[in-house]
DNA sequence: CGAAAGGTTGAGTGCTGTCAACGTCCGTGG
DNA sequence: CCACGGACGTTGACAGCACTCAACCTTTCG
């Protein structure tokens, strides 16, 4: 019995612009969807057919030049809006980094609805502005950033956006997991996983992170870390 | 008496949501405004004071590292729409490209215009979504493409682009000004002024384009720039 | 005519990519 | 339990593309 009531992302989803009535007829046209890592959701180019709230897990949205260079171009959690609605087709593809959680519509029905409900689409505005600065942001770091800073301006954003998924204050802000394999962050940054690799054992080796494995980064000097991120040395 | 009526973008931008009645309210919150060449509209980390249509004219929007290095994240047309609606600061620093004409709001104002005017905010959202997935295709150039799959692709663009606004069909598709000098480009494109240069030079050696002047190119193989953009030499 | 701004070209360097070897972790099966 | 294999990550050597620095050319404008 899923039901948007008892939903994990109720109050922080879109849908919380919704009241009790409205979340009903929601529910119907929606359905709930678990997505293991690695699988797509929808790919770039392709008919843009459905769009979806992430409820648990993250996902990565990336684009492809024809000979297979890979760019991702953004990275979602819980809470977070997937998908193109108002528009033909996917701009790019969404596959999950994790084992993952989706309440997914199809765009056709999802975009009536929101027509129909200006609170609900008030909300996917500010969250699609929000997007866009993020974008912006990233553009900086892409065209004008060296691989140091990127590195560590990842890290830094990482840990930040983590501590804002997992809201429940799970306290420890400078440990966390990276959902990303260094290939992947390779294709966040635009560098590839033999330079990934050099910076982190470079912020190892100056004592600025410890990695007790792979997946694992614990900052050890924030401000440190900081510096490097904003004009490197 | 400028009004909303005679509006030169009055079909295009945003305003085309409503009827003439809320154009006569919009219009008593509006402002006409001329930017000249070079004149900032706002900057990057500002309070979030004004939004704005632009009427006629090209600026860019742009960001910054601490120690000076730019990168433009954005350029704007006529009828395009630039500011932050519902947040607290400017994302970007604007500026115009060219001598400029735009119509200007109160954030505050327009924010509660917007909120009451479900249809405008709709008409903002699916820009919005647009310019998020051109945000996010140029994320593709600037993290995996080389320095003349850059320039290609940029010139392209703004071939497209520029056609688009002028929508009087002005003829030439392949003959264009450019509103950016070249370190302007090399900052869309995150290159060096030098690295334009020499990939112009390399293109009109090539016959693929002419220059008869700084701001002037003529596509003359589109076929040949569409193959470089693409996946290079 | 001279100066300044913008643009082009050249020489040399350096950062990041490429190619390749090796190390580590982990699950599988003998 | 240990051997094996594969995925993932690290490290090294080297190359190349774009950056830096510098000189020079072109256009514009006072």
Same mark, same amino acid.
């Given at each position: 019995?899923?039901?948007?009531?008892?939903?994990?992302?109720?109050?922080?989803?879109?849908?919380?612009?919704?009241?009790?009535?409205?979340?009903?007829?929601?529910?119907?046209?929606?359905?709930?969807?678990?997505?293991?890592?690695?699988?797509?959701?929808?790919?770039?180019?392709?008919?843009?057919?459905?769009?979806?709230?992430?409820?648990?897990?993250?996902?990565?949205?990336?684009?492809?030049?024809?000979?297979?260079?890979?760019?991702?171009?953004?990275?979602?959690?819980?809470?977070?809006?997937?998908?193109?609605?108002?528009?033909? $087709?996917?701009?790019?593809?969404?596959?999950?980094?994790?084992?993952?959680?989706?309440?997914?519509?199809?765009?056709?029905?999802?975009?009536?609805?929101?027509?129909?409900?200006?609170?609900?689409?008030?909300?996917?505005?500010?969250? $699609?502005?929000?997007?866009?600065?993020?974008?912006?942001?990233?553009?900086?770091?892409?065209?004008?950033?060296?691989?140091?800073?990127?590195?560590?301006?990842?890290?830094?954003?990482?840990?930040?956006?983590?501590?804002?998924?997992?809201?429940?204050?799970?306290?420890?802000?400078?440990?966390?997991?990276?959902?990303?394999?260094?290939?992947?962050?390779?294709?966040?940054?635009?560098?590839?996983?033999?330079?990934?690799?050099?910076?982190?054992?470079?912020?190892?080796?100056?004592?600025?992170?410890?990695?007790?494995?792979?997946?694992?980064?614990?900052?050890?000097?924030?401000?440190?870390?900081?510096?490097?991120?904003?004009?490197?040395?």
């Amino acid at each position: 019995m899923s039901s948007c009531e008892q939903c994990l992302v109720r109050n922080r989803a879109i849908c919380s612009s919704l009241n009790a009535e409205e979340l009903e007829v929601l529910n119907r046209i929606g359905r709930r969807q678990k997505i293991s890592r690695g699988q797509s959701l929808m790919w770039e180019g392709d008919e843009s057919l459905l769009v979806a709230n992430v409820i648990e897990g993250a996902l990565k949205l990336s684009t492809s030049t024809a000979d297979g260079r890979e760019q991702i171009v953004g990275v979602v959690y819980s809470s977070d809006f997937i998908g193109r609605p108002f528009g033909q $087709t996917s701009p790019h593809t969404v596959t999950a980094l994790t084992d993952a959680k989706v309440c997914s519509f199809t765009r056709s029905a999802f975009d009536g609805f929101a027509r129909a409900h200006p609170e609900l689409e008030h909300k996917l505005l500010k969250r $699609t502005l929000d997007e866009l600065d993020r974008a912006r942001d990233w553009m900086l770091l892409l065209g004008r950033k060296s691989a140091s800073e990127r590195v560590a301006t990842f890290l830094l954003d990482m840990s930040r956006r983590l501590a804002q998924s997992s809201c429940a204050g799970a306290g420890d802000l400078d440990r966390f997991e990276l959902p990303l394999d260094r290939q992947q962050i390779g294709d966040v940054l635009g560098l590839t996983i033999e330079t990934i690799s050099r910076q982190i054992t470079q912020l190892r080796t100056a004592g600025i992170i410890s990695t007790p494995d792979r997946r694992t980064v614990i900052i050890l000097d924030r401000t440190a870390m900081a510096e490097i991120a904003g004009a490197s040395v």
